[in-house]
């Protein structure tokens, strides 16, 4: 299917846990972006990619590593997994331009730490 | 550094009333670039509007509409005639440079029938 997919939906893990979020974009957009939604705060930048190859941090990259092997693939890993990650995690991605490209987000996974 | 304020956690109204949602920004730049995000309870996010800076015509899609005010640094939407499918969490953005968006913190609408 056509579109940006995050997997999985939803995901429980125990403190101290690696954990691997998945995100695929069938598009072929240039820029990729993980963002955290919590309440009051809106959703956060937490890493961003300009292309493969190139990342960099966001507002709160803090205990989180990605990688761009490939255009479509932008996984964001959770090292040791605290329960201040607790959260609902956005991927997105763009096409290189002037700057009102739309961005289009996937349907988000909502991650439990316990 | 850029900043987004929405300043109204929640709103209700009633349906085919007119709404009006509020956001304010900061940015040192020139040229940058407004949105307004819809998230419904299913949890995706779903652009409603776009406005371009050095546009001084406000931005219209349908029932919505803008109020850019470029000095003031105030980006509000106004959705006219409101439908119960307006009921969602609304996200003002900014972008400038690198693609990032920059998010305010959200506003919870519910239309009431």
């Known amino acids: 299917d056509a579109g940006i997919t995050q997997s999985p939906r939803y995901k429980i893990t125990e403190t101290g846990r690696q954990v691997t979020l998945m995100c695929h974009q069938t598009w072929s957009h240039s820029y990729m972006f993980w963002y955290r939604q919590d309440l009051g705060h809106g959703l956060r930048l937490i890493y961003y990619?300009?292309?493969?190859?190139?990342?960099d941090k966001g507002e709160v990259p803090d205990g989180y590593v990605v990688s761009r092997s490939k255009t479509e693939n932008f996984p964001l890993t959770l090292e040791s997994a605290t329960r201040s990650q607790t959260s609902v995690y956005f991927c997105?991605?763009?096409?290189?331009?002037?700057?009102?490209?739309?961005?289009?987000f996937g349907q988000g996974t909502r991650l439990t730490v316990v | 550094a850029q900043t987004v304020t929405q300043s109204q956690p929640e709103m209700s109204v009633q349906e085919a009333e007119t709404v009006t949602l509020s956001c304010t920004y900061d940015t040192s730049e020139n040229n940058y670039y407004l949105f307004w995000y819809k998230q419904p309870p299913s949890r995706q996010m779903i652009l409603v509007i776009r406005?371009?800076?050095?546009?001084?015509q406000n931005a219209t899609e349908n029932r919505f509409s803008v109020n850019f005010q470029k000095a003031a640094k105030s980006f509000s939407l106004k959705i006219s005639d409101s439908q119960l499918g307006d009921t969602a969490m609304y996200f003002c953005?900014?972008?400038?440079?690198?693609?990032?968006?920059?998010f305010g913190q959200g506003t919870r609408l519910t239309i009431n029938p």
């Open positions: 990619s300009a292309a493969a190859d190139i990342t």
């Open positions: 997105a991605s763009s096409e290189r331009g002037r700057g009102n490209t739309e961005a289009f």
């Open positions: 406005q371009e800076a050095y546009k001084q």
């Open positions: 953005a900014l972008r400038q440079g690198a693609q990032k968006l920059v």
